[in-house]
């Protein structure tokens, strides 16, 4: 059982190493990559790094193509609480699993993204695997091939409740989730076209994402 966990939404890889076993434990890959397709960049969900190698007992789900809203005028906008919730229990996640993601970005982009999309549709129990598989490559941790099994489950996430607000000045937004948040920046088109943000903007963006995560909870 995940008993004596730290409440910050940050676990690190020696705990995980610990409980990949534990029953009420689900770990989620949610890696993704962008690909430049005519001069446009796009993101895509690396499945094929998932089938290449990925956490023991770890189960896939596309932030692309599964948790965005492909309706929705503005890129990548969180999908819709009944289409969430369907996704969720498809991979096996109750009101009382702890989730554990990771992807395979220096900072936890996709990955803090799943926590910031749990969390608003009411699952506090999430966490961020801190240094995400890379981290866990380096440490010399097993990998495998296996597909996670993802039973449906019967438990049903609550409406959203919430929107995650970040202090001025460190981020503007957690992936392109809010439209409020999106329109703070001068183009709405983010993971649409290449070249619209400068490298500082991106930096700052990123480097937010990671204080938030290091002081929550």
């Known amino acids: 059982m995940t008993t004596h966990l730290s409440p910050s939404p940050l676990v690190q890889t020696e705990w995980l190493a610990a409980h990949l076993d534990d ?9 993704f990559r962008s690909r430049t397709r005519q001069g446009r960049g796009n993101l895509v969900d690396d499945r094929d790094g998932y089938a290449a190698g990925h956490i023991p007992g770890a189960v896939f789900v596309g932030t692309v193509t599964e948790l965005s809203d492909p309706q929705h005028p503005i890129p990548d906008m969180l999908v819709r609480p009944e289409l969430f919730a369907e996704v969720i229990g498809r991979l096996g996640i109750g009101d009382n699993t702890l989730v554990v993601a990771y992807d395979g970005m220096g900072l936890p982009l996709a990955a803090a993204r799943l926590w910031w999309a749990l969390s608003y549709y009411g699952h506090d129990r999430a966490r961020v695997l801190d240094g995400g598989l890379h981290k866990w490559q380096v440490e010399g941790r097993p990998l495998s091939l296996n597909a996670g099994r993802s039973a449906r489950t019967l438990g049903v996430l609550a409406e959203a409740r919430a929107v ?11 992936g392109p989730l809010v439209p409020r948040a999106v329109s ?11 070249g619209r943000l400068s490298e500082g903007q991106v930096l700052a963006w990123l480097n937010g994402i990671r204080r938030h995560l290091e002081h929550s909870g």
Do not use: K, M, N, Y
Request: with cysteine; glycine share 4%.
């Open 164 to 174: 995650l607000v970040l202090a001025p000045g460190t981020c503007s937004f957690v």
């Open 184 to 194: 703070s920046l001068p183009h709405q088109e983010w993971a649409e076209r290449s």
């Open 23 to 31: 029953a009420d434990l689900r770990i989620v890959d949610v890696r």
